[in-house]
């Protein structure tokens, strides 16, 4: 196995921002279409990335998201400045949100982020405190 | 008969209208003159539409010699749902059909019963396939097409039912041969098309079915003498539409003639690259069915159409209100059976593999390709030759292209 490191992409993402909320994944899945990357990984990252942008516009004070390249994945890394996640079982729990009323109003925060991100991924792994969230999802190729 | 679209290079001024409207960037200028790339091309006919010039035209195949001196002894008209919006408000279906008929078709099937059907399989298919959400409709070719060419991984979200012309065909056809008795050689199928995809529907199919069409007629180059048919008009007995079907020629009616509640119907070609957007996002996974029509409108908005796409929904409309819903065809009782052997669903074909994936060489294209595109000005105007500055530096990087064929940075050169 060749775990080699070889590229980080980068996209800033404004909290509350809802007008621009997705732009950063879309970059992500243009980018990898342009590379060619296999459409079902392509579909896995677009679901993921999304996801995990919208968290951060919802839930932080604002972050980014990386798309880092790798010789055999590819692994998305969210990492925001925030309240970080209290309680990261309940959150991964599906169904259950934070969000509050005026949010779910816009048809976000149904309490799916989280437990998507785990179903579409090969790996994940949350780092939460006081301060904000990292998230690394893993896509193997 | 592989391509659907003619272009006339003399008519063609080089302006960039059509490739900056091609959804899959197909088509550069080359040397000032718009030139079609086959394989990126899914026949969606914008070119068609928004070139000021009529460079470009539908192939007209000389459907009057093919039917005549060809060996066909039985010759089939299959009659699109849009067409009876082609004509003035109120004229007689009946008139349509015999028009059609008198031209020398022996029979002729109305696509709207085929329709009807198709919209039984797919409530059938969104029924009893739950763990697909959304399916996204077979109709239209070139939207099918779009999907293939910069959706490929909702691909697996077609729902895979062949279009209600290849059912029209098939069903005419097997009818031919069961009531008369002819060979499949003695019998020739005309569909008479709104539009240039359903001839690259005929002649690559994207599922491992045969279509059973002969021939696409262009509406358009047989809409005078269907015309003059009608006005002569003799009133005959006729096979009547079925409404529900009829609906499929406008955007929406694949859901409601299906009995749907919970669907999207997006209609042109921006539009649906929208909607396919979020769905790859993942954001439609709570709709049953989202119902794709390349066309302004839906079919009546088809490129050979000769109608206003508006007016034609208003004459279709028309008819669906006051036509009384005498209609009966005796293949609609059959459709359980039809269904169950596979008459009405497909496989995608296989596409051969392209090789093994290289992350590093994909990364030095991406970052070769950046480079290029950093030196371009951004603005998009067109006058390389490519429709974008990004598309301009890819053909850079493809050797289609050179750096300084960017007229901008040419003029800052000289200074």
């Not at chain 1, 993921?48 to 980014?64: C, D, K, L, R, T």
């Not at chain 2, 000032?32 to 006919?45: R, Y």
Request: aromatic share 10%; charged share 25%.
């Amino acid at each position: 196995m060749n775990e080699r490191f070889l590229k980080r992409y980068s996209f800033h993402i404004t909290a509350n921002d809802f007008m621009n909320a997705g732009k950063g994944s879309s970059s992500i899945k243009n980018l990898l279409k342009s590379m060619e990357i296999d459409a079902i990984i392509i579909r896995k990252i677009a679901i993921v990335s999304y996801e995990a942008e919208i968290n951060i516009v919802i839930h932080s004070f604002g972050g980014e998201l990386h798309c880092d390249l790798y010789d055999d994945k590819i692994v998305i890394v969210s990492e925001d400045v925030g309240p970080g996640i209290e309680d990261v079982d309940l959150a991964l729990t599906e169904g259950y949100s934070t969000a509050p009323e005026s949010i779910r109003e816009l048809g976000f925060g149904a309490g799916m982020g989280l437990p998507n991100i785990i179903k579409y991924s090969d790996d994940f792994n949350i780092a939460t405190g006081n301060d904000g969230t990292v998230i690394k999802i893993t896509f193997l190729m | 008969m592989n391509f659907s679209i003619m272009f006339d290079k003399e008519k063609c001024k080089g302006c960039t209208n059509c490739m900056k409207r091609c959804p899959t960037q197909a088509i550069r200028l080359i040397d000032g003159k718009a030139s079609i790339n086959n394989f990126k091309c899914i026949h969606c006919g914008e070119c068609i539409k928004v070139c000021p010039y009529g460079a470009y035209t539908p192939e007209s195949i000389e459907w009057y010699e093919e039917m005549h001196f060809s060996s066909y002894k039985y010759k089939i008209a299959i009659l699109s749902t849009p067409l009876y919006g082609q004509f003035p408000k109120g004229t007689d279906i009946c008139k349509v059909q015999n028009a059609v008929l008198r031209l020398g078709f022996d029979y002729a099937y109305d696509a709207s019963w085929a329709a009807e059907m198709v919209s039984m399989g797919i409530k059938k298919k969104i029924d009893e396939e739950k763990n697909i959400r959304p399916f996204i409709s077979t109709n239209c070719p070139a939207a099918v097409r779009l999907i293939k060419k910069r959706y490929p991984s909702l691909m697996d979200n077609l729902i895979l039912l062949k279009e209600p012309m290849v059912i029209a065909a098939t069903l005419a056809r097997a009818r031919a041969k069961e009531k008369f008795n002819y060979k499949d050689e003695e019998i020739g199928v005309f569909y008479i098309s709104p539009c240039p995809a359903k001839l690259l529907a005929v002649t690559d199919p994207v599922g491992d079915f045969v279509p059973c069409v002969d021939w696409v007629i262009p509406l358009n180059t047989i809409y005078g003498e269907i015309y003059r048919e009608i006005i002569k008009g003799e009133d005959k007995l006729c096979l009547y539409p079925s409404l529900k079907g009829l609906k499929w020629a406008v955007s929406s009616g694949q859901s409601e003639s299906a009995e749907l509640t919970n669907y999207i119907a997006v209609n042109g070609m921006e539009n649906i690259i929208q909607i396919l957007d979020e769905i790859e996002n993942g954001n439609l996974n709570n709709v049953d069915f989202v119902e794709t029509l390349a066309c302004v409108q839906g079919c009546v908005g088809g490129t050979f159409n000769v109608i206003n796409p508006f007016i034609a929904q208003s004459n279709i409309n028309y008819i669906l209100n006051n036509t009384e819903n005498v209609g009966l065809n005796e293949e609609m009782e059959k459709f359980e059976e039809m269904y169950e052997s596979g008459l009405f669903r497909f496989s995608l074909k296989q596409d051969e593999n392209s090789g093994k994936f290289n992350m590093k060489e994909a990364i030095i294209k991406e970052e070769k390709i950046k480079e290029i595109y950093d030196a371009l000005p951004r603005l998009d105007c067109g006058s390389c030759g490519a429709p974008t500055c990004y598309a301009h530096a890819e053909d850079v990087y493809n050797h289609e292209s050179t750096l300084y064929d960017c007229v901008v940075l040419r003029a800052n050169k000289k200074e």
